[in-house]
């Protein structure tokens, strides 16, 4: 909230996405693994470190820097940010206990996963994709 009123980059959103959430997660999951901490330590350490940088950003009106950030650059990160946000999701839409944090290893550790595909979560994905192409 502190950079929202004290940052000056235009383009720059602060919020929960999928992609912040993702990263946050795969380093939560090395660091508590390194350092022998939990992972609520190491969570609220991460929250912190974060919210001190984006308000020293903001005090010190460093939201200019997103101007030299040329558009092709920021159009390959949100296209490659849905790309790996749909793999992680396909085994969740395939009922498998696959994971990874890394695409290679969504792909290999979902292709590689033991068990079958579960029906009954497909058809309850197809029916909800198709009904929110629908409402869309």
Same mark, same amino acid.
């Given at each position: 909230?502190?950079?929202? =009123? =004290?940052?000056?980059?235009?383009? &720059?959103?602060?919020?929960?996405?999928?992609?912040?959430?993702? /990263?946050?997660? *795969?380093?939560?999951? $090395?660091?508590?693994?390194?350092? +022998? *901490?939990?992972?609520? $330590?190491?969570?609220? *350490?991460?929250?912190? /470190?974060?919210?001190?940088?984006?308000?020293? =950003?903001?005090?010190?009106? &460093?939201? &200019?820097?997103? +101007?030299?950030?040329?558009?092709?650059?920021?159009?390959?990160?949100? %296209?490659? %940010?849905?790309?790996?946000? #749909?793999? %992680?999701?396909?085994?969740?839409?395939?009922?498998?206990?696959? +994971?990874?944090? *890394? =695409?290679?290893?969504?792909?290999?550790?979902?292709?590689?996963? $033991?068990?079958?595909?579960? +029906?009954?979560?497909?058809?309850?994905?197809?029916?909800?994709?198709?009904? #929110?192409? /629908? /409402?869309?």
């Amino acid at each position: 909230m502190v950079y929202a =009123l =004290l940052g000056t980059g235009r383009t &720059f959103s602060v919020g929960p996405v999928a992609i912040v959430s993702i /990263l946050s997660a *795969t380093a939560i999951k $090395e660091a508590t693994a390194t350092l +022998n *901490t939990g992972a609520v $330590e190491t969570m609220v *350490t991460l929250t912190v /470190l974060v919210g001190l940088c984006l308000t020293l =950003l903001g005090l010190f009106r &460093f939201g &200019f820097i997103a +101007n030299f950030l040329s558009r092709p650059v920021v159009s390959g990160f949100i %296209s490659a %940010s849905g790309v790996v946000i #749909a793999a %992680s999701q396909a085994p969740l839409l395939l009922g498998l206990p696959a +994971n990874g944090d *890394t =695409l290679p290893d969504i792909f290999y550790n979902t292709f590689a996963a $033991e068990g079958s595909v579960s +029906n009954a979560t497909l058809m309850r994905c197809a029916i909800t994709i198709h009904v #929110a192409s /629908l /409402l869309d």
